[in-house]
Protein backbone atom coordinates (compact mmCIF):
# COMPACT_ATOMS: atom_id res chain seq x y z
CA UNK A 1 0.00 0.00 0.00
CA UNK A 2 1.12 3.63 -0.96
CA UNK A 3 2.05 5.56 1.92
CA UNK A 4 0.16 8.43 -0.20
CA UNK A 5 -2.60 8.32 -2.72
CA UNK A 6 -3.81 11.18 -4.55
CA UNK A 7 -6.45 11.47 -7.74
CA UNK A 8 -3.99 12.16 -10.55
CA UNK A 9 -6.87 13.83 -12.43
CA UNK A 10 -6.43 15.85 -14.38
CA UNK A 11 -8.84 17.96 -13.20
CA UNK A 12 -10.06 20.94 -16.01
CA UNK A 13 -11.98 23.70 -14.47
CA UNK A 14 -12.96 26.72 -16.13
CA UNK A 15 -11.42 30.36 -14.60
CA UNK A 16 -13.23 31.49 -11.70
CA UNK A 17 -14.20 27.98 -9.85
CA UNK A 18 -13.76 26.02 -7.03
CA UNK A 19 -11.72 22.76 -7.05
CA UNK A 20 -10.89 20.52 -4.62
CA UNK A 21 -7.95 18.14 -3.91
CA UNK A 22 -7.23 14.97 -1.43
CA UNK A 23 -5.01 13.02 -0.38
CA UNK A 24 -4.95 10.04 1.89
CA UNK A 25 -2.41 8.98 4.02
CA UNK A 26 -1.57 4.97 5.27
CA UNK A 27 0.35 5.78 8.62
CA UNK A 28 -1.38 7.38 11.51
CA UNK A 29 2.38 8.15 13.36
CA UNK A 30 2.43 10.82 10.29
CA UNK A 31 3.48 14.13 11.71
CA UNK A 32 3.26 16.80 9.32
CA UNK A 33 1.94 17.67 6.28
CA UNK A 34 2.34 19.85 2.88
CA UNK A 35 0.99 20.92 -0.63
CA UNK A 36 3.47 21.72 -2.47
CA UNK A 37 3.02 23.08 -6.23
CA UNK A 38 4.96 21.94 -9.28
CA UNK A 39 4.64 23.27 -13.05
CA UNK A 40 6.01 21.78 -15.63
CA UNK A 41 9.25 20.88 -15.90
CA UNK A 42 9.99 22.66 -12.75
CA UNK A 43 10.98 21.62 -9.35
CA UNK A 44 8.23 21.20 -6.96
CA UNK A 45 7.66 24.33 -4.28
CA UNK A 46 5.86 24.75 -1.37
CA UNK A 47 2.69 25.82 -1.54
CA UNK A 48 1.58 25.90 2.13
CA UNK A 49 1.65 23.53 5.45
CA UNK A 50 -1.50 22.07 6.71
CA UNK A 51 -1.77 22.36 10.47
CA UNK A 52 -4.57 20.19 12.76
CA UNK A 53 -6.85 23.28 12.84
CA UNK A 54 -6.83 23.74 9.08
CA UNK A 55 -5.02 27.25 7.76
CA UNK A 56 -5.96 29.42 4.81
CA UNK A 57 -3.61 31.64 2.67
CA UNK A 58 -5.35 33.75 0.43
CA UNK A 59 -7.67 31.29 -2.17
CA UNK A 60 -5.84 28.11 -0.85
CA UNK A 61 -7.40 26.31 1.98
CA UNK A 62 -5.82 23.80 3.41
CA UNK A 63 -7.29 21.21 6.09
CA UNK A 64 -6.21 18.02 7.87
CA UNK A 65 -8.34 15.04 9.21
CA UNK A 66 -6.27 12.88 11.04
CA UNK A 67 -9.41 10.23 12.09
CA UNK A 68 -9.66 9.51 8.23
CA UNK A 69 -6.51 10.17 7.19
CA UNK A 70 -6.36 12.70 4.89
CA UNK A 71 -5.76 15.91 4.18
CA UNK A 72 -7.17 18.58 1.43
CA UNK A 73 -6.99 21.62 -0.68
CA UNK A 74 -9.54 24.04 -1.62
CA UNK A 75 -8.76 26.48 -4.16
CA UNK A 76 -10.99 29.20 -4.63
CA UNK A 77 -11.96 31.34 -7.65
CA UNK A 78 -9.24 29.76 -9.73
CA UNK A 79 -6.81 31.56 -12.15
CA UNK A 80 -5.22 30.54 -15.17
CA UNK A 81 -1.79 31.09 -13.15
CA UNK A 82 -3.04 28.32 -11.28
CA UNK A 83 -2.95 25.56 -13.77
CA UNK A 84 -0.06 22.87 -11.93
CA UNK A 85 0.40 19.72 -10.50
CA UNK A 86 -0.42 19.87 -6.49
CA UNK A 87 2.00 17.35 -4.73
CA UNK A 88 0.64 15.81 -1.13
CA UNK A 89 3.28 15.43 0.78
CA UNK A 90 3.56 13.75 4.17
CA UNK A 91 5.84 13.39 6.57
CA UNK A 92 6.26 10.62 9.33
CA UNK A 93 9.18 11.53 11.01
CA UNK A 94 11.61 14.30 10.80
CA UNK A 95 13.06 12.46 8.30
CA UNK A 96 10.68 10.64 6.35
CA UNK A 97 8.72 12.17 3.91
CA UNK A 98 6.42 11.10 1.21
CA UNK A 99 5.03 12.53 -1.75
CA UNK A 100 2.05 11.58 -3.26
CA UNK A 101 1.43 11.15 -7.51
CA UNK A 102 0.30 14.85 -7.56
CA UNK A 103 -2.77 15.67 -8.77
CA UNK A 104 -2.79 17.83 -11.88
CA UNK A 105 -5.14 20.62 -12.58
CA UNK A 106 -5.65 23.10 -16.16
CA UNK A 107 -7.43 26.05 -14.96
CA UNK A 108 -9.47 26.98 -19.07
CA UNK A 109 -10.07 30.34 -19.95
CA UNK B 1 19.16 33.89 -0.08
CA UNK B 2 20.14 31.53 -2.81
CA UNK B 3 18.51 28.42 -3.62
CA UNK B 4 19.69 25.33 -3.98
CA UNK B 5 22.28 24.89 -7.03
CA UNK B 6 21.66 21.77 -8.97
CA UNK B 7 24.06 20.67 -12.13
CA UNK B 8 24.18 19.88 -15.07
CA UNK B 9 20.79 20.50 -15.92
CA UNK B 10 20.33 17.93 -18.28
CA UNK B 11 22.64 15.01 -19.53
CA UNK B 12 21.93 12.53 -21.88
CA UNK B 13 24.22 9.80 -22.09
CA UNK B 14 24.15 5.58 -23.21
CA UNK B 15 23.17 3.00 -20.83
CA UNK B 16 26.16 1.06 -18.92
CA UNK B 17 27.91 4.63 -19.22
CA UNK B 18 28.33 6.54 -15.73
CA UNK B 19 26.90 9.86 -14.66
CA UNK B 20 27.18 12.24 -11.27
CA UNK B 21 25.38 15.12 -10.33
CA UNK B 22 26.10 17.95 -7.86
CA UNK B 23 24.13 19.66 -5.67
CA UNK B 24 24.80 23.16 -3.78
CA UNK B 25 22.10 23.31 -0.89
CA UNK B 26 20.75 26.32 0.82
CA UNK B 27 23.51 28.12 3.06
CA UNK B 28 23.02 26.52 6.63
CA UNK B 29 20.67 23.63 5.54
CA UNK B 30 21.90 20.97 7.58
CA UNK B 31 20.00 18.42 5.53
CA UNK B 32 19.86 17.37 2.28
CA UNK B 33 17.70 15.15 -0.09
CA UNK B 34 18.34 13.44 -3.15
CA UNK B 35 14.91 12.44 -5.45
CA UNK B 36 14.26 10.95 -8.22
CA UNK B 37 11.03 12.29 -10.11
CA UNK B 38 10.18 10.00 -12.91
CA UNK B 39 7.54 11.37 -15.36
CA UNK B 40 4.13 11.00 -13.82
CA UNK B 41 4.82 10.31 -10.52
CA UNK B 42 5.44 12.08 -7.51
CA UNK B 43 9.33 12.57 -6.35
CA UNK B 44 10.90 9.53 -4.85
CA UNK B 45 13.90 9.56 -1.92
CA UNK B 46 16.65 8.19 -2.53
CA UNK B 47 18.99 9.28 0.16
CA UNK B 48 19.12 11.80 3.28
CA UNK B 49 22.19 13.39 4.86
CA UNK B 50 22.25 14.92 8.03
CA UNK B 51 25.66 17.50 8.06
CA UNK B 52 27.88 14.82 6.10
CA UNK B 53 26.47 11.73 7.40
CA UNK B 54 23.21 9.57 5.82
CA UNK B 55 20.21 8.84 7.49
CA UNK B 56 18.21 7.19 5.38
CA UNK B 57 19.16 5.42 2.04
CA UNK B 58 16.49 2.38 2.30
CA UNK B 59 15.83 3.47 -0.97
CA UNK B 60 18.65 4.03 -3.24
CA UNK B 61 19.63 0.88 -5.64
CA UNK B 62 22.98 0.60 -3.77
CA UNK B 63 24.36 -1.61 -6.40
CA UNK B 64 24.81 1.33 -8.96
CA UNK B 65 23.72 4.43 -7.26
CA UNK B 66 26.09 6.13 -4.59
CA UNK B 67 25.92 9.41 -2.46
CA UNK B 68 28.04 11.55 -0.95
CA UNK B 69 28.60 14.99 1.27
CA UNK B 70 31.81 15.01 2.36
CA UNK B 71 32.11 18.21 4.44
CA UNK B 72 27.94 18.49 5.02
CA UNK B 73 27.89 21.54 2.13
CA UNK B 74 28.09 20.15 -1.10
CA UNK B 75 26.50 16.54 -2.30
CA UNK B 76 27.28 13.91 -5.45
CA UNK B 77 24.92 11.68 -6.60
CA UNK B 78 26.69 9.01 -9.01
CA UNK B 79 25.38 6.62 -10.76
CA UNK B 80 27.24 3.19 -12.15
CA UNK B 81 26.05 2.11 -15.12
CA UNK B 82 23.36 3.52 -15.79
CA UNK B 83 20.36 1.46 -17.32
CA UNK B 84 17.40 2.95 -19.34
CA UNK B 85 14.82 2.76 -16.27
CA UNK B 86 17.26 5.59 -14.33
CA UNK B 87 15.78 8.22 -17.02
CA UNK B 88 14.64 10.50 -14.32
CA UNK B 89 14.51 14.20 -13.14
CA UNK B 90 16.95 13.66 -10.37
CA UNK B 91 16.06 16.89 -7.31
CA UNK B 92 18.18 18.11 -4.62
CA UNK B 93 16.23 19.36 -1.59
CA UNK B 94 17.57 20.76 1.84
CA UNK B 95 16.15 22.27 4.57
CA UNK B 96 17.39 23.27 8.57
CA UNK B 97 17.36 20.99 11.07
CA UNK B 98 14.73 20.30 12.88
CA UNK B 99 11.56 22.19 12.35
CA UNK B 100 9.41 23.54 10.47
CA UNK B 101 9.96 20.87 7.73
CA UNK B 102 9.82 22.45 4.71
CA UNK B 103 12.16 21.34 2.30
CA UNK B 104 13.37 23.70 -0.76
CA UNK B 105 14.12 21.87 -4.23
CA UNK B 106 16.59 22.32 -6.96
CA UNK B 107 15.63 22.87 -10.35
CA UNK B 108 16.56 19.21 -10.92
CA UNK B 109 18.93 17.34 -13.41
CA UNK B 110 17.05 15.84 -16.50
CA UNK B 111 18.59 12.81 -17.18
CA UNK B 112 18.02 10.74 -20.34
CA UNK B 113 19.98 7.10 -20.67
CA UNK B 114 19.51 5.67 -24.25
Known amino acids: RKEVEQDPGPFNVPEGATVAFNCTYSNSASQSFFWYRQDCRKEPKLLMSVYSSGNEDGRFTAQLNRASQYISLLIRDSKLSDSATYLC??????????FGTGTSLTVIP | EAGVAQSPRYKIIEKRQSVAFWCNPISGHATLYWYQQILGQGPKLLIQ????????DSQLPKDRFSAERLKGVDSTLKIQPAKLEDSAVYLC????????????FGPGTRLTVT
Open chain 2, 49 to 56: FQNNGVVD
Open chain 2, 93 to 104: ASRRAGSPYEQY
Open chain 1, 89 to 98: VVNLSGNQFY
